[in-house]
């Protein structure tokens, strides 16, 4: 006999005949697929790997941080009766010997701003090391600005290429605030070209083309009688 309140008279309540069935056990979880544990596992060891290779490729490069490396380049000439006045750098070279653009006034002189962290400065350094050896003799001197660098990977970047021509030491990239309003001072590179008067008759900035830069310089050297 049961009471109202579902208690049998034994005091024992009474099954609920709508609670569900206790089916057994709780089932374990699902493990992962064995296939994407060994995709993970890949996926793990590639990211560690190319780790080091991104810290070993880094220590061995300056620890300056670069500027931007203008993917394109923009070329522009100056009239002779537009250029301001002289531009004045001195400082020291890479070798630690005393270097002055006043010391090559009465040459054409192509300036080179780079840095040997700079991929584009790989792209043109062939040909300023040839064009600097062809046009020695015709009234025309290089002379490079390094900036963000450090000597030893600048010195190592000159042998590689086989620059022979100096290049001020400028870890801060303070001589390239001379030339100011002709070339950013974080567009490396840029070329920048003299006439014998020491004035800025033409520049580019980016990755320069051959021959627009001859053609450049050997208008500027034309105008004092000798072309190149």
């Known amino acids: ?118 991929v584009p400065c790989r792209e043109e350094a062939p040909a300023l090391s040839r064009m600097s050896k062809e046009l ?17 990977a600048a010195k190592a970047f000159e042998r590689r290429y086989g620059i022979t021509y100096p290049s001020f030491d400028d870890p801060q990239a303070r001589a390239v605030l001379a030339f100011q309003g002709v070339i950013p001072v974080q567009a490396v590179p840029s070329t920048v070209v003299l006439d014998r008067e020491g004035r800025v008759a033409a520049r580019v900035i980016g990755v320069f083309r051959e021959p627009a830069l001859r053609s450049l310089i050997d208008t500027v050297a034309r105008e004092a009688g000798s072309g190149v």
């Open 1 to 118: 006999m049961v009471d109202q309140a579902g208690y049998a008279q034994d005091g024992v309540p009474n099954q609920n005949k709508d609670a569900p069935a206790v089916s057994g056990p709780p089932r374990p979880p699902r493990r992962p697929h064995p296939l994407l544990i060994v995709l993970g596992m890949v996926v793990a060891i590639l990211a560690f790997t190319g780790g080091l290779l991104w810290l070993f490729d880094n220590g061995s490069q300056p620890t300056a941080t670069p500027g931007p490396a203008p993917s394109t380049s923009t070329v522009a000439a100056v009239a002779p009766s537009d250029r301001a006045e002289p531009v004045e750098v001195t400082g020291v070279g890479l070798d630690g010997e005393p270097l002055s653009l006043a010391d090559l006034r009465g040459r054409v002189v192509v300036v080179n701003v780079w840095g040997s962290w700079c």
């Open 136 to 152: 020695a003799g015709q009234g025309v001197s290089f002379i490079g600005i390094n900036v963000r660098d450090n000597v030893t």
